[in-house]
């Protein structure tokens, strides 16, 4: 404790004595992130303000940067499709897929976790792997099953797609977190007499509340910005955003103001949930990179 | 009848065969340490105990009833962990009440044991507390709150006091020690360091290497040791042990006939430094150390053998100066060249 | 211990991969082999290997196989080398950190085809495309990115998404690492670059693992991007296998040759997960 103490004395006295050298790194340093950081989101900037422009003001050369605002653009958007019946195709199909995958992984994920085999890491690299094939090789025979079940542009169809889709990731991510519960807790819940079942309902599951909310929020962007099978197995009647998207994607013309509000209404939604709970989605996307 | 009876218990941890047959007998309201050196397996044999590892091979009764097989929570132990795992998420109050509330106890029954567990502990205060607001000393005390709370039939400890800083470590022990007069309670208590070992066992196990040295009570092990392994385990600093041939006056003291291949021992408070007599040797002093209440000196031989002296009186010799020792007669352990005990102190074989 | 309550509980998910995953396979073992176009009904009659001629001996073949490789490892590195460099410079505090973490978040949270389209018509088109812009404010011509390099301009979108995922992934790691080996170092006077070599850039390895494990995943199966922009050309340019197979089984309307080839994306996805999965498999588990 008390050498802790010491060489953390010295290394204050180190830097006291360059204090203008730390001071400029520390603002060198500031600049450059944050020069990085506009930089990365300078084109969703540029789109936002964008959509707020009149389709003549879009095409400007040189690049208008003040403007008055108009919401004629969201407005068209909305006239010209079925904006809200998207958002809502969206919206059911990233929550339900990744509550039922939720339900299916969790199971797994606490099998593995805690009652582990010779097999378990083998069946964990083949869910991981399985994972890797592209959808498009996947695509003839899913497309001719979800035509023979009548289950081509319906909303559960597209919700089990995702969830499967999830499935492997979500399994893993989850297994990494309950394994990095504190093994001895569990040992005194048994020897306080918890069955399997208590030990789940009382100390597994609070405690892993925030893994499972990262993995959630993790596999609900990934559902929402989806775009492969829901263009595929997809259509008007369930389609969601991204076929919004996809109908703008066809050379019109230069209908740029109408693009970007549409763009935006479709990223929008996610892109605050992203915001708000950011610090949970972090911990999600680090994927168990770290201990 | 032994109420906590172990027979023949063998573990394996894929080769390496850990515990290599226990035989042991509790009786109830005992104080029983576990002590040994790192990788003994004390806490697997507790570990044992508690039901968090199967046993492979032997069985295990308490109070009558075979529960060799059953699992940890049926088996009516409490356990105090040595990082105490406490419930995160829940309060004082909670992490205590747990098993109870597991149990279906009805609450006001929950409460009232809760209460009275929290007054003997002095955790009144801080039932509603989570543990991350707590100081190391109070998280243990909140783990030992927990197991008291279910009124075991054993109470397992598993170093408890290894995390507490020296201060705590002491008033801790002692409050330990009162809790088992004032409980009563038979109690298995882990611990690799045997100042725990000897103030606080009824009755001392020594383990090596998965097998059992030697079991009795404290003093028992400090006067007769049974091996030299128990010899030099117990008591700091630890017994002189050296080859008889070394040493042979110190063998003829011991007054048993040429082992010349065996060692003897001589604890450092039975080696005395002074001026030159018939009986003493020789010596030049390495080191002094002076620790207020008493002074070690190391010294050494003429033959080169380092001797270890303890004396309440203070000493003027400095590192580097010629001394002499002698030692107390009837004081001189033998020992043969495996290491087993062939004439012990005080008259004992 | 109960033995069948694990396995009662692997049971849903494992079923429900094996059944993604396995079933399809099958089908398109199936489809591979047999002469089946939409374009021409009839019986499907025994094709033998000649849909995996025809895949192959495609002159999209080679040059796909060339872009999926060079798509692929450029954005890798790309994501790996930059997200170390920006991991590193977010690393230690400073002012409006939470700020830049949310900005850097955000291009992960675009949809692809989004992304698309917000490159190829704001920033990259040769007129009114920023990029246009910004090389007129300073006297040169502007690139028509999509027509000249188009398979760079597919780099630097896909790039821009994934940044943002490796350099958070590679701040957390660095975030985990133990401070006293950094003081020690201090101490010790090592230079910040030999701090780098030994202490930072070890430390990542495994969250350099993991990045390109999942990134390898999507990579692998890029298509919004492409079908939104180029549509795989100019020419051969930005065709993928990927975008190959697709071509074959929705433009082409020819099942058996779209099968055999994703029957090769399935082995060149396999073979990629093995090599990797052996690269990472002492880092992932403990």
């Known amino acids: 404790m008390s050498q802790l103490l010491t060489s953390h004395a010295r290394i204050a006295t180190a830097k006291r004595t360059t204090p203008v050298k730390h001071q400029l790194a520390l603002h060198a340093r500031t600049a450059a992130a944050w020069f990085f950081a506009l930089l990365l989101f300078f084109p969703i900037f540029w789109l936002g303000l964008m959509a707020f422009k009149t389709e003549g003001q879009a095409i400007a050369t040189p690049p208008l940067l003040f403007f008055t605002p108009t919401l004629q653009s969201f407005q068209d958007v909305m006239a010209r499709d079925n904006y809200l019946g998207y958002a809502f195709n969206s919206l059911l199909t990233s929550v339900v897929s990744t509550a039922l995958g939720l339900a299916i992984a969790i199971p797994a994920a606490y099998s593995m976790a805690f009652f582990p085999t010779r097999g378990t890491i083998g069946l964990l690299k083949f869910i991981l792997s399985s994972r890797y094939m592209p959808g498009v090789g996947a695509l003839m025979p899913i497309y001719i099953c979800y035509q023979y079940f009548g289950m081509l542009d319906t909303r559960i169809g597209l919700t089990i797609m995702f969830m499967l889709m999830n499935l492997p990731i979500m399994i893993w991510l989850l297994y990494t977190n309950l394994r990095e519960l504190p093994r001895e807790i569990l040992e005194a819940a048994r020897m306080d007499g918890a069955t399997v079942v208590d030990e789940f309902r009382y100390i597994v599951l609070p405690l892993s509340v925030g893994g499972i909310a990262s993995t959630a929020l993790v596999c609900m962007v990934w559902s929402w910005n989806e775009s492969f099978w829901s263009l595929n197995l997809g259509a008007a009647n369930a389609g969601t955003l991204a076929w919004l998207i996809a109908s703008y994607s066809s050379p019109e013309g230069l209908f740029w103001a109408k693009l970007s509000a549409a763009s935006l209404m479709a990223i929008a939604p996610i892109m605050a949930l992203g915001w708000f709970c950011q610090k949970q989605l972090v911990q999600g996307m680090t994927f168990g990179a770290v201990k | ?349 | 211990m109960n033995r069948l309550l694990p396995r009662a509980l692997l049971t849903p998910a494992v079923l429900a991969i094996a059944i993604v995953s396995i079933v399809p396979l099958l089908i398109t073992l199936y489809y591979s082999s047999v002469k089946f176009s939409l374009l021409e009904p009839g019986e499907h009659e025994f094709y033998g290997l000649a849909n995996f001629h025809f895949f192959f001996t495609d002159g999209a073949f080679l040059p796909a196989l060339k872009n999926t490789f060079v798509l692929m490892f450029s954005v890798m590195l790309i994501t790996v080398v930059c997200g170390v460099a920006l991991g590193l410079l977010i690393n230690d505090a400073f002012p409006g950190r939470a700020i830049v973490r949310v900005l850097l978040i955000s291009p992960f949270l675009v949809m692809p085809a989004v992304n698309a389209l917000m490159w190829k018509n704001m920033l990259l088109n040769p007129i009114y495309g920023l990029f246009a812009q910004v090389s007129l404010f300073f006297g040169l011509t502007p690139i028509d990115w999509l027509s000249q390099y188009p398979l760079l301009a597919i780099i630097m979108m896909v790039s821009w998404q994934w940044l943002p995922f490796a350099c958070l992934i590679f701040m957390t790691a660095l975030q985990s690492m133990d401070k006293e080996q950094l003081e020690a170092a201090s101490m010790d006077g090592a230079s910040y670059g030999q701090k780098l070599r030994y202490l930072y850039i070890p430390h990542l390895g495994r969250a350099v693992s993991v990045v390109l494990m999942i990134e390898m995943i999507f990579l692998l199966s890029i298509f919004a991007e492409i079908f939104t922009t180029t549509g795989g050309g100019p020419g051969f340019d930005t065709t993928t296998i990927t975008f190959m197979i697709y071509q074959q089984a929705l433009l082409a309307y020819d099942i058996g040759a779209a099968s055999a080839g994703a029957l090769f994306a399935v082995l060149l996805a396999n073979i990629a997960a093995f090599f990797l999965m052996r690269v990472i498999s002492k880092n992932l588990v403990k």
Do not use: W
Not at chain 2, 265 to 285: C, K, M, N, Y
């Open chain 2, 1 to 349: 009848m032994a109420y906590l009876q172990l027979n023949n218990i063998e573990k394996y941890f894929g080769d390496q065969h850990a515990i290599k047959g226990i035989d042991l007998t509790i009786e109830k309201g005992e104080f029983v340490v576990f002590v040994g050196p790192s990788g003994c397996g004390k806490s697997t044999l507790l570990r044992l105990i508690a039901g968090l590892e199967p046993i492979d091979k032997g069985s295990l009764r308490l109070d009558g009833r075979d529960i060799t097989a059953l699992p940890s929570s049926k088996r009516d132990l409490a356990m105090v962990f040595q990082s105490y795992a406490l419930y995160p998420h829940m309060t004082v109050f909670e992490n205590m009440s747990f098993a109870l509330k597991l149990a279906g106890v009805e609450s006001a029954v929950i409460r009232d044991k809760v209460d009275k567990a929290a007054a003997i502990l002095d955790l009144g205060k801080y039932l509603e507390r989570t543990p991350r607001e707590l100081s190391g000393g109070q998280r243990q005390r909140v783990a030992i709150g927990r197991s008291i709370v279910r009124d075991p039939k054993v109470f397992l400890f598993d170093e408890p006091l290894s995390n507490l800083d020296a201060a705590l470590r002491v008033q801790t022990r002692i409050e330990i020690a009162k809790l088992h007069r004032e409980l009563g309670a038979t109690t298995i208590y882990v611990t690799h360091d045997q100042v725990e070992a000897m103030t606080l066992a009824d009755r001392v196990v020594v383990l090596r290497d998965g097998q059992i040295e030697q079991h009795g009570s404290p003093l028992e092990l400090y006067d007769r040791p049974a091996n030299r392994f128990v010899a030099q385990f117990i008591g700091t600093p630890s017994m002189n042990v050296v080859p008889a041939a070394a040493l042979p006056q110190l063998a003829e003291l011991a007054g048993s006939a040429a082992h010349g291949d065996g060692f003897v021992g001589i604890r450092p408070e039975h080696v005395f430094l002074g001026a030159q007599r018939a009986d003493s040797l020789a010596a030049t002093v390495d080191m002094v150390e002076s620790l207020g209440v008493e002074t070690l000196v190391y010294s050494r031989l003429e033959n080169n053998v380092q001797i270890v002296s303890r004396g309440s009186e203070r000493t003027s010799v400095h590192p580097g100066e010629r001394t002499h020792l002698t030692f107390e007669r009837g004081f001189v352990h033998h020992f043969d060249r495996l290491g087993n005990t062939c004439a012990s102190a005080r008259g004992a074989l």
